[in-house]
């Protein structure tokens, strides 16, 4: 939560000067996404306003920036065909309730889950969906619109290098501006885009009846808008923390996303989410605490009642020029590099999720990139080895190394073992082994099953009791010594 108690004033200024660059960097696109769904621009800006404060000030990751983004509006933009607004409005605040749902769970911490080259395949896809965007605004263009956009890539690129006392996109912004404003440039606006001025959002329930058939026609699409918002809000913080050092808290943003699309609907906004581009151009400005993105919710709506004119001067290109920067530097270039280095299976996940993310979808690519590397982690794990030693007394001792799961469990019952020529008394070693699942339960109940058949005497040795008391065959007809395992088992019920 945002607590002025606690609150650090070094870097007030950073703060203030990087919320006003995104301020203004929020504003194209919140009228661009609004605009695909079929929406008033206010809709997007509402929406910016609305989840960007909340989450600011009870988000889990300081300094990140949420509104209405490219891929919330993909899966909304057919209930908005199909039923208007209303309906979307209601499906914005059951999204809502499913993420602060998932968040109350803790399931946050599921993100772990994603691994590296599937994150690397998200920022790229994301890096290339950011600067793809922005090819939309050279449409019928003249030869102004390239030259203020590169002027405003040279600028955020050359400047940091002398000072970092001023962001660089707000030099851009400014600077640009009044070159255009005074020189009278044949060039596009943000007053092109739309109606940007307005008052400030009203609370009012969606005018659409709340029935069955409404909760029946928004369910599907509030579910994929809270795993869509929650996968891109969850890997944003992913890649922030990596590059501030600090972890930010999942179940906390989950609970933020919730609270903030939840109270969207109830004011006339859609769904959104983590804003990676923005977030990414307030942190590289220099804004590191909650009072940066507060400051740029709250600039918003200014800027939308009171100051729509000022802002409505603005070239596109600068703005586009800016967004083309935070596609440069959102690209994870290092990953390129080591490509040549990683496993051709990281290769392929990272590579993979990449393309799926530009030209699918970003929820479905990072689902992707985890099952893919859940198949390989299981398949590269799926050996279990054995060695075979013979007491004195003639009994054969098998002693097991590797896991035994689903994957293995195969190899365990058919390929380790000669039940026809062993002899009358057999051990099975597990020390170094550790049944996962209950498949590797079930393997042992039938490896049991067959020694028993053939009339000799199995004694399981390192099993846990947790184990034993699964089995079956195995617990009813074995011999069986436990030292120390204490791991328990899996099942399935």
Known sequence: MFTLKYYDTSNTKNDVLSGTVVAVALIPEAIAFALVAGFSPLVGLYTAFILGLITALVGGKPGMISGATGAM?????????????????????LTGIMQIGVGMARLGKLIRFVPQPAIFGFVNGLAIVIGMSQFQFFKDANPIMYILTGTTMAIMFFLPKFTRAVPAALVAIILLTLVSYFGAFDTKHVADLGVISGGFPSFSFPNAPLNWDTFVTILPFSIILALV????????????????????????????????????????????????????????????????????????IIFVVSLSDVIGVIPIAVLVGIMFMVSLKTFEWASVDRLKKMHRSDAFILISV????????????????????????AWQHAQISKRVRVEEDGTKVYELEGPLFFGSSVQFSNDMFDIEDDPQNVIIDFTRTRVMDSSGVEAIDKLTKKYVKAGKILKLRHLSEDCISALKNAGEF???????????????F
């Not at 979808?361 to 390989?376: E, K, P, T």
């Open 478 to 492: 074995c011999m069986h010594e436990i030292d120390n395992p204490t791991y328990k088992v899996v099942r399935d």
């Open 73 to 93: 509006v993909v899966v909304m933009v057919a209930l908005a065909q199909s039923h208007g607004l209303e309906y979307v409005l209601w499906a914005t605040i």
């Open 229 to 300: 918002g929650l996968i891109e809000s969850l890997l944003t913080l992913s890649v922030l923390d990596e590059m501030g050092g600090k972890r930010g808290s999942a179940n906390k943003e989950c609970i933020a996303q919730g609270v903030g699309n939840t109270t969207c609907g109830l004011f006339g906004g859609m769904a959104g989410c983590a804003m990676i581009g923005q977030s990414i151009i307030n942190f590289t400005s220099g804004g590191l605490t909650r009072l940066s993105s507060a400051t740029a919710a709250i600039l918003l």
């Open 354 to 377: 990449t393309i799926i993310t530009v030209f699918v979808d970003l929820a479905i690519a990072v689902i992707a990139g985890v099952i893919v590397s859940a198949l390989v982690f």
